[in-house]
């Protein structure tokens, strides 16, 4: 009579960042993991987002530089030829060495991890039927299962859309071609991003945006954002919603109350939708919202008993280093643990040039949650490092309690304001009131100087200072 073991069974459906990261906590903690995934190892981040994303926007910003820069003066400028067939070449051989690194080679090394082929549906709150690769159908039980399906491009509801041979950002990451002319429908972090990527590698791009660019934000972020655009003459049309669209003889046309807008390609960036349709989860009582996002409490916990969701599929923000840390707690859960995500200092950048980065409240959310508030904005003209690298676009701002001078929030517009966001969401961390990082040392000629630059404004003209002064 065979024993049956008494290490928990936990079945992860997806092979993403969160099903992972859940994955190796969950075997570290002594469970017996299935993972389920139908498509490609790795999920999104590897495959079609993050990693291609940034390696073209980086392809794009050299190609920009040699263009026009600061320097040309005294540095000549070139024209680049840009292959873009050498270029994608280039791209997918990291995707694949990442793939192949982080990913296969784990799940094949790491005891206790099970990779079933095929797809999953619940057939109640405590079994799964998966339908293999090759056919064959098994129902598997578990102790706990994890949701980490991930999510898809997002199409509008707009008339004449379907059928035609539009652009989701998959096929705009992994087209062989640089188009003549691009329009792109979207204004959040997709849309912007690869609107300038294509723009810089020689498209002549029209951004339409139903309302202001990265509107969820503070609106002079949009704002320096829209006019670094238009100053690389990329035509940016706010507040216009597509009405219809087109396509015959090569070219699309979209419909605005502006007029019609004509481009070779059409990029539908307007957001994702999470993959929970086809799982069955009324079967296994689980609640999501309107979205199709599943509803889940800070232990990553859905409505449905020792079943838990990370991940973009869940009602999180839609960041892999999120659905990482949420599927590293749900595993911790599921194996008898107590363990909770708290988004509350959540860094986010959205990897233009300049960059977006913010952490923590802005104004408004700040004054919807009912506290009076104080901010400062900075312009890049009083941050040394921007001086001497003749680029002063964008600002760095902080928002304060009013009262005591705790800091809420940055939002930053300026190069590289990815790597000065997680300093200040230490600060925030730790509670710091903004005398505390006026008082703090920075290296000097640092863009992270500029978080303590705009500190001191609070208290202080900044102008009278000398070029270093504490």
């Known amino acids: 009579m065979a024993v049956r073991s008494t290490r928990r069974r936990i079945v992860i459906i997806g092979s ?35 990693v291609p994303s940034k390696i073209m926007l980086a392809t794009a910003r050299v190609a920009h530089t040699r263009r026009v820069s600061p320097f040309d003066d005294g540095v000549t400028a070139s024209i680049p030829v840009i292959s873009r067939a050498t270029l994608l070449a280039q791209q997918q051989q990291r995707v694949d ?20 082929r095929g797809t999953a549906h619940f057939l109640d709150g405590r079994i799964l039927m998966v339908r293999q690769a090759d056919g064959r159908k098994s129902a598997r039980g578990f102790d706990a299962c994890l949701i980490a399906t991930g999510a898809r491009p997002a199409l ?36 912007v991003e690869l609107a300038q990527a294509y723009a810089r590698l020689g498209s002549r791009v029209t951004l339409v945006a139903r309302r202001a660019l990265l509107s969820r934000g503070d609106p002079a972020v949009g704002e320096a954002l829209t006019a670094a655009f238009r100053a690389e003459r990329i035509e940016v049309l706010t ?42 989860l009324d079967r296994a009582g689980i609640v999501m ?5 599943i509803l889940i409490d800070k232990g990553l916990r859905t409505s449905g008993a020792d079943i838990y969701a990370a991940g973009d599929c869940a009602d999180h923000p839609q960041f892999v280093y999120v659905a990482a840390a949420a599927g590293t707690r749900a595993a911790v859960n599921m194996t008898g643990g107590q363990a909770t995500l708290d988004l509350d200092v959540m860094p986010a950048v959205v990897f233009t040039d300049p960059q ?46 009013r009262d005591n001078g705790r800091l809420l929030g940055v939002q930053a517009i300026a190069a590289e304001a990815g790597e000065l966001i997680q300093t200040a969401a230490v600060a925030l961390r730790a509670r710091w009131t903004v005398d505390e990082l006026a008082a703090q040392l920075f290296p000097y000629l640092t863009m992270v100087e500029g978080l303590r630059l705009c500190a001191q404004t609070f208290s202080r003209d900044i102008g009278t200072l000398s070029c270093c002064a504490g």
Not at 21 to 45: D, N, P
Not at 98 to 114: M, S
Not at 162 to 178: K, N, V
């Open 289 to 293: 919202n309107a979205q199709g996002a």
């Open 239 to 280: 507040g216009t919603p597509a009405r219809a669209v087109a396509f015959g003889g090569g070219t699309f046309t979209v419909t605005t109350d502006q007029g019609e807008i004509r481009g070779d390609r059409l990029l539908i960036a307007t957001g994702r939708s999470p993959n929970t349709q086809a799982l069955g």
């Open 356 to 401: 977006v980065a913010t952490v923590g409240m802005d104004e408004v959310r700040a004054r919807d949650a009912g506290i009076a508030t104080e901010s400062r904005t900075l312009h890049l003209e009083h941050v040394p490092r921007a001086l001497v690298n003749f680029d002063t676009r964008g600002f760095i701002k902080i928002v304060a309690e």
């Open 156 to 191: 509008p509801a707009i008339d004449g859309l379907a059928g035609t041979p539009y652009w989701t950002s998959t096929e705009a990451l992994q087209s062989p071609d640089i188009p003549d002319c691009l329009t792109v429908l979207g204004s959040s972090a997709v849309a």
């Open 16 to 50: 993403g960042g969160a099903a992972f990261a859940a994955a190796l906590k969950a075997s570290e903690r002594g469970a017996l993991v299935t993972m389920i995934e139908h498509g490609t190892l790795g999920g999104t981040c590897v495959n079609v987002g993050c």
């Open 97 to 116: 060495a990442l793939r192949r690194d982080k990913y296969e080679r784990i799940i094949a090394t790491t005891p206790g991890i099970e990779l079933l």
